[in-house]
C-alpha cells in the first residue's frame, strides 16, 4: 500500500502553546517553589548544627550534616509516648468524626422528622462560632467530669464536628432517593441502610473528612496543653514547644527535626488519599 504523495509530503506542525496558558504554568510553578521554600528550610535546618542554623548571613544548603537533632528526640526524649498519645487522639477522632457526623449527615439528608431545618440551622451557626469561645466552657465541663489529663479529654471534646456534618450531609443529599426507598420495601432499617448501602457509597467525602479530621487533631496544640497536665500525656506539638523552647534560648535545629517528625505522618496521608481527597471537595455540594 503506498501513501499518497501530497500525504507524504505534508510538513507536521507543532502545536504551540496558548500564551495565556503558559502564564499561567509559570505563574503555577512560581506559587508552588514558594509554597514549598518554607518546607526546603526546615528540612535543611533540622540537619544543619546549632551555630549553623543561626548563623548570619543563612546558608542553604548545610555545610556540617548532622543527624544530631533527630538522634535527641528518637533517643533522649520520649518521643515515643509522645508519638503514641498523638496517634491514638487523631485515630480515635477520626474513627468518632466519620461514625458521628455521618450518622447526623444522613439524617439530616434522608430522613424527616420535627425540627430538621432549625437542627441543620444551628450546624450552621456553629459553623461561624470560633473554637476559642467554647474553649474554657469546655475545660470546666471536662475538669468537672474528672477527665483531666486523660485521653477522654483530649478525645471526647472533637468527636463531632459541624463541618463535618455538613461535608456528609450535602453528599450525602446526592444519593438517589428511589435506591433507598427499595431497601425500605426489602424490609431493611435504618442502620442496614445506612451501613451497608449509604457508607459504601461515601468513600470520598469520607477520605476527605478523614483527612481534615487527622490533619487538625494531630496539629491540635492549645487543648492539648491544657488538658494534658502531665508528659505521659503530651502530644507532639505540646512537647516539640516544651522541649525545644528553653527559658533563655530556642534551639531551632530540636525545633525543625521536631517538625519534620510531626509534619511527616501528615504528608504520608494526604499522598495516599489525595484522590479521594480532591473527588470529595469537587463533589460536595452537588446534587
Known amino acids: 500500500m503506498t501513501r499518497h504523495p501530497s500525504v507524504a509530503a505534508r510538513p507536521r506542525t507543532r502545536r504551540s502553546m496558548n500564551p495565556w496558558k503558559a502564564v499561567t504554568y509559570a505563574v503555577l510553578v512560581v506559587g508552588v517553589v514558594v509554597w514549598l521554600l518554607p518546607f526546603v528550610w526546615m528540612l535543611l535546618g533540622s540537619v544543619k548544627t ?3 542554623v543561626l548563623q548570619r548571613p543563612p546558608t ?3 555545610h556540617h550534616f548532622t543527624l544530631e537533632n533527630f538522634r535527641t528526640w528518637l533517643t533522649e526524649l520520649n518521643f515515643g509516648q509522645f508519638f503514641t498519645n498523638s496517634m491514638v487522639v487523631a485515630l480515635v477522632t477520626v474513627l468518632g468524626n466519620i461514625l458521628f457526623c455521618s450518622m447526623v449527615g444522613y439524617a439530616l439528608a434522608k430522613l424527616e422528622f420535627r425540627g430538621k431545618k432549625i437542627l441543620f440551622g444551628l450546624v450552621m451557626v456553629t459553623l461561624m462560632v470560633p473554637g476559642i469561645v467554647t474553649f474554657i ?9 474528672g477527665l483531666v489529663n486523660s485521653y477522654l479529654a483530649l478525645i471526647l471534646p472533637f468527636l463531632t464536628q459541624p463541618i463535618g456534618v455538613f ?3 450535602q453528599f450525602m443529599s446526592a444519593i438517589p432517593d428511589p435506591l433507598l426507598e427499595a ?4 424490609g431493611a432499617g435504618e442502620l442496614r441502610i445506612f451501613f451497608r448501602i449509604v457508607l459504601p457509597l461515601c468513600g470520598p467525602p469520607i477520605a476527605t473528612l478523614g483527612i481534615l479530621t487527622f490533619l487538625s487533631s494531630w496539629n491540635n496544640f492549645l487543648w492539648p496543653l491544657v488538658a494534658a497536665q502531665s508528659e505521659k500525656m503530651y502530644t507532639l506539638p505540646v512537647a516539640l514547644s516544651l522541649y525545644s523552647t528553653g527559658e533563655n534560648a530556642t534551639n531551632y535545629g530540636l525545633l525543625l527535626a521536631g517538625s519534620v517528625l510531626i509534619i511527616t505522618p501528615i504528608v504520608l496521608l494526604f499522598v495516599f488519599l489525595q484522590r479521594h481527597f480532591v473527588q470529595g471537595i469537587a463533589t460536595t455540594g452537588l446534587k
Do not use: H, N, T
Not at 137 to 145: A, C, D, E, R, Y
Open 167 to 169: 461535608l456528609m450531609r
Open 137 to 145: 466552657p469546655l475545660f470546666v465541663i471536662v475538669s468537672k467530669l
Open 183 to 186: 431497601a425500605r420495601i426489602d
Open 50 to 52: 546549632p551555630g549553623e
Open 60 to 62: 542553604w544548603w548545610p
